[in-house]
């Protein structure tokens, strides 16, 4: 079902179709100064046990709700692994051990802002949150047992549902956004697969358009560069959508089209399919572009250098970051196997490029170290923005050794749950304000 309606200045298009935003749902607009010192009291109690917590309530949620396993990789989830239940983790801890002064979390491309990018990406209506809340209440009271009076119950009931409200609530403003923005919707919807162009050894662009007689036909898409789409596609002409996964856009901002580019991963059951499947002509699902490890328009105009540093398939954020960066790149670092896997090696060959490669004849893997006094070297020193894309642990390793060596800015952009990193948001100076 799409809903079309009109502003003074747009058509809204969406397929979103149950209820949006906090009213009426009674959640609270502020927590008492009671709630928020028991909460700092028992944040030491909870901490510890946070991991446990987090891995009992996605066992009994799922059990109870096995439609919300669609919204979850299961490579990243209980029983297979704790990555996800990880990342909530450190979601809880954080909010407690901030609980006095929020702002922290609240910053421009932080922790509540790539949460809730998240959720729109996957469509998450305000009604699940009560799901999220009465399962997570009831793993904290299985977990910390009697620790759990009826004082602490109480003041954790309230703290979590006002991040309830507040999540929505800025969910609800980023749906709106999507819906505004040129070539815009909220909600997932069909477009055909207009091209397919080989890019790597096993990876893939696919260029996808609105059919005919879409309410976006024609349209040019505007995003800001570095965010993702959503794509389901029907597996083996089962009926059946897949989870929903997401993919950089490649595509530039304004185009009549949408692009991602598609890394097969063995054992991953849509790169696989879309890979050895689909063909230009079908029909897939995809929901707008969100995510928070972006350029936009104000940074594009302000960010005076940037390095640009990324591993494997990890390059596709840094494509849109060349296009409109330009000058502005002192340098592009790409860590591959070889040449025949560099994704959009031409694109970058036009600037300033520190190649390596692991495989071959003299070639082996840099280590951090390495890596970054290198890159240091030809970038003239520390004094940029590091804007970083690869394999988690790569990632972890080169922005310590960066701030260590006194980079100005480092961001990074992980392909998964970005909270169960070390640093998966951006750092200054010589300290990861979101480190565990």
């Known amino acids: 079902m799409c809903i079309i309606s009109k502003t003074e200045t747009k058509t809204v298009v969406s397929t979103l179709t149950n209820n949006r935003g906090s009213d009426g ?25 946070s991991l446990e917590i987090t891995k009992t309530f996605y066992n009994a ?35 407690a051990s901030n609980i006095k002064d929020l702002s922290p979390l609240l910053v421009p491309g932080g922790p509540v802002m790539a949460i809730a990018h998240r959720h729109c990406a996957l469509n998450v209506y305000p009604a699940q949150y009560l799901v999220v809340y009465e399962n997570l209440m009831q793993s904290i009271a299985k977990v910390l047992g009697d620790a759990v009076t009826p004082e602490v119950a109480k003041a ?18 980023l749906y709106q956004m999507a819906e505004k923005r040129e070539g815009g919707w909220s909600g997932p919807i069909e477009f055909e697969v207009a091209e397919i162009t080989d890019q790597g050894r096993d990876i893939k662009s696919f260029s996808f358009k609105p059919p005919a007689g879409s309410p976006l036909e024609g349209s040019n898409f505007e995003f800001t560069p570095g965010q993702y789409l959503s794509l389901q ?34 054992g991953g059951k849509l790169s696989t399919f879309m890979h050895d499947n689909v063909k230009v002509g079908d029909k897939v699902m995809l929901t707008a572009p969100f995510g928070v490890f972006t350029v936009d328009k104000d940074e594009q105009s302000s960010i005076e250098s940037v390095v640009l540093m990324s591993a494997g398939i990890g390059v596709t954020p840094m494509v849109n970051f060349q296009r409109v960066l330009g000058e502005k790149v002192k340098l592009s670092v790409h860590v591959d196997k070889g040449a025949e896997d560099h994704a959009f090696k031409d694109l970058f060959d036009v600037t300033d490029t520190f190649t390596s490669y692991t495989r071959g004849p003299g070639n082996s893997r840099m280590d951090a170290t390495a890596l970054v006094n290198e890159t240091l070297k030809k970038a003239g020193g520390p004094d940029h923005l590091f804007l970083i894309c690869g394999p988690e642990s790569w990632m972890n390793e080169v922005q310590k050794e960066l701030l260590a060596n006194g980079a100005k800015e480092v961001r990074c952009e992980v392909f998964g749950s970005q909270l169960a990193t070390e640093c998966p948001f951006g750092a200054r100076g010589s300290v990861c304000p979101f480190a565990g």
Request: aromatic fraction near 8%.
């Open 61 to 95: 949620m799922f059990k109870k709700h096995p439609g919300l396993l669609a919204y979850f990789n299961p490579a990243h989830n209980v029983p297979i692994s704790t990555h996800q239940p990880k990342a909530l983790a450190s979601s809880i801890v954080a909010y």
């Open 156 to 173: 954790w009931s309230e703290a979590v549902l006002f991040l309830a409200k507040a999540l929505i609530d800025v969910e609800e403003s």
């Open 233 to 266: 596609a029907d597996y083996l002409g089962s009926g059946n959508l897949t989870s929903p996964r997401h993919y950089t856009v490649t595509s530039p901002p304004g185009a009549d089209y949408l692009q991602c580019t598609i890394k097969k991963i063995p």
């Open 25 to 49: 749902m009674g959640l609270p607009t502020e927590m008492t100064p009671e709630t928020v010192a028991t909460v700092v009291a028992t944040a030491g109690v909870m901490a510890p046990e």
